[in-house]
């Protein structure tokens, strides 16, 4: 209860009454600007509500590449030579120091905006920090998935922890304190099934880790993302597209500003401005930034297998090969069609596995219940406006988590981890 206090207190924010004590952040002292799930999603924080973090001149960083050589009978094509090995960032003290791992969430590489934000956070608090990619971005899944076909957590957090123990092992006198670990959005999730299995392989015993928005049914999330794209926007026809659309707006809106500048504020400003998304525009943009993830899993997962559910499986593929028939073949599977025609069928072979419903047990918060509820190293940081929560997914976080949980009233999804309340919270849990 003193610690409950203690941080609401810090946080400057009421404690709602909750049967299973979660710290739930009452909205008229949060201070969030952004009530509008959308909104935040896409906007994110202003500028001027961001901590002061380091430029990158001032930190001692460095990309680093690992050959992992998954066991795969299929050898990539030529025109994959970036992805062979895979990359990653480690930011070093020059002291001893606790190291925190990133990881991002879907389809992000090790450089997501969200990944460089959070390694200044923690960098500037002291730590080393080491940026991956998420198990569903291009690069992991070509140079680091052994089975190319993420989606099963469990698996996905296997070849996260392969990948972990191989940096380790390539900064042998890197002076490590202790570690921590951190995920947001489907990397969160990814975070929990890591720490799961480090309780048994005890590589690293994680002091702390936290889980940033995670999804809690990871079928509900997608499919909610899925729905997004399917909203009606008004003003998309035969002769309009929806991008075509959104680009006449930012057109007029840098013609009505007199310049163009492209930086952090630009879409905080654009919202604000008189061409700023509907609903129904952002819900649309928000949906399809998630299905070119979905379209870059599926036709990386399919051509690595050679599945020819996408590209042909004898289809000659050299460095000038042309992938974009490919990827616009790609865009035209969603989520569900890629969990449906590649993930169920491989999970199968693999577990003699059953239904749907087993397959989304076992790879969302559900399977890893009990743990989460005895583990007091795990906390979760969560908005109760997030697009890709479905019902009942916050109840099962309050019981599971109890007090480890800190429920935020808005932004969207991930769009406050950046706001200073959020990200005093996020240092001060890795504290203590």
């Not at 076992?362 to 940081?381: E, G, N, P, W």
Request: aromatic share 12%; with cysteine.
């Amino acid at each position: 209860m003193l610690r409950t206090l203690r941080l609401a207190a810090w946080l400057g924010a009421s404690i709602l009454s909750a049967s299973v004590s979660a710290v739930e952040v009452d909205a008229a002292s949060y201070g969030f600007p952004l009530t509008n799930p959308f909104e935040a999603t896409i906007a994110s924080t202003p500028p001027e509500l961001r901590p002061e973090l380091p430029r990158d001149e001032d930190i001692d960083q460095a990309d680093y590449s690992l050959n992992l050589r998954p066991e795969r009978d299929f050898v990539l094509p030529d025109n994959f030579w970036a992805v062979k090995k895979l990359r990653y960032r480690l930011a070093k003290q020059d002291h001893n120091a606790p190291l925190i791992f990133l990881i991002p969430g879907t389809g992000a590489p090790y450089t997501s905006s969200l990944n460089e934000y959070l390694k200044k956070l923690y960098y500037k608090a002291g730590y080393h920090v080491v940026q991956l990619s998420s198990p569903t971005s291009f690069d992991f899944i070509s140079s680091a998935s052994r089975f190319a076909t993420p989606g099963i957590t469990k698996e996905d957090a296997e070849d996260l922890y392969r990948v972990m123990q191989a940096v380790r092992a390539q900064h042998p006198n890197l002076p490590v304190s202790e570690y921590y670990l951190t995920g947001y959005s489907l990397g969160a999730l990814d975070a929990a099934f890591v720490a799961h299995l480090d309780e048994t392989r005890r590589s690293f015993n994680f002091k702390r880790v936290l889980l940033l928005n995670p999804p809690v049914n990871l079928y509900t999330s997608i499919s909610n993302l899925d729905k997004l794209v399917q909203t009606q926007v008004k003003g998309i026809d035969n002769t309009t597209t929806f991008y075509e659309l959104v680009l006449a707006k930012l057109t007029r809106y840098f013609q009505q500003k007199g310049y163009i500048d492209l930086n952090d504020a630009l879409l905080y400003d654009f919202q604000q401005s008189r061409q700023h998304l509907s609903n129904e525009q952002m819900a649309m943009l928000i949906g399809t930034s998630f299905r070119f993830s979905a379209a870059d899993i599926a036709f990386t997962s399919d051509l690595i297998n050679r599945r020819g559910l996408i590209t042909p499986p004898k289809f000659p593929i050299t460095q000038g090969t042309s992938l974009s028939p490919f990827f616009k073949r790609a865009l035209q599977c969603d989520f569900d069609c890629y969990i449906t025609e590649q993930v169920i069928p491989m999970w199968r072979a693999r577990t003699d596995g059953g239904s749907l419903l087993q397959l989304v047990d076992q790879v969302s918060l559900y399977a890893l219940k009990d743990y989460l509820h005895t583990s007091k190293k795990i906390a979760v940081m969560h908005n109760a406006d997030d697009v890709i929560l479905g019902p009942g997914d916050i109840g099962f976080l309050r019981k599971t988590f109890g007090d480890r949980l800190t429920l935020y009233p808005y932004g969207g999804h991930c769009g406050n981890i950046n706001y200073r309340v959020n990200s005093d919270a996020m240092l001060e849990f890795f504290r203590g």
